[in-house]
DNA sequence: AGGATGACATTAC
DNA sequence: GGTAATGCCATCC
């Protein structure tokens, strides 16, 4: 179900740490589910409830209206940023980009569990 | 069934 | 370091 898909994504989301993002992609991969695509337009619909500013695109930007208020939390959280040429600020991937260990992927695979079970015994 | 859309990703230039 | 073209997956008309 999607509920189920909805869940993990902003479950996943709640646990990434303060300071770290990940990328749609990432999560998409991470969960399993269909693609960025569809953890982007998850969030466009939830995103308020979790903190949306950890799931970013994956060259560390975010929509120009989302990107003013995002930058907030990073300065806040510490979120490494790179010196913006022009425009809104990005975030370094390569510096911020959260590397879950075991312990953390355990979780995330209790998610990714979850998640296939709902998606794919349905119907039948 | 066919086509357009969207908080995207990758590759090519 | 950019922008442009294609591919993706799920949804909605």
Redesign the pocket.
């Known amino acids: 179900m999607?509920e189920a898909v909805v869940e993990a994504v902003l479950d996943l989301a709640a646990i990434v740490p303060p300071g770290r993002v990940l990328?749609?992609?990432?999560v998409a991969e991470l969960l399993d589910?269909?693609?960025?695509?569809?953890?982007?337009?998850i969030?466009?619909l939830h995103?308020?409830a979790a903190p949306?500013?950890r799931?970013?695109?994956?060259?560390g930007s975010?929509?120009d209206e989302?990107m003013e208020r995002a930058v907030v939390h990073y300065r806040r959280e510490g979120t490494p940023l790179a010196a913006p040429?022009a425009g809104p600020a990005?975030v370094r991937m390569a510096q911020a980009r959260w590397m879950p260990q075991e312990e953390e992927f355990a979780a995330i695979e209790r998610l990714r569990r979850k998640v296939s079970e709902a998606t794919d015994g349905m119907g039948a």
């Open positions: 999607r990328s749609y992609g990432d589910v269909g693609g960025p695509r569809l953890v982007g337009r969030m466009s995103g308020d949306w500013w799931i970013i695109r994956a060259n975010l929509p989302l040429a990005k």
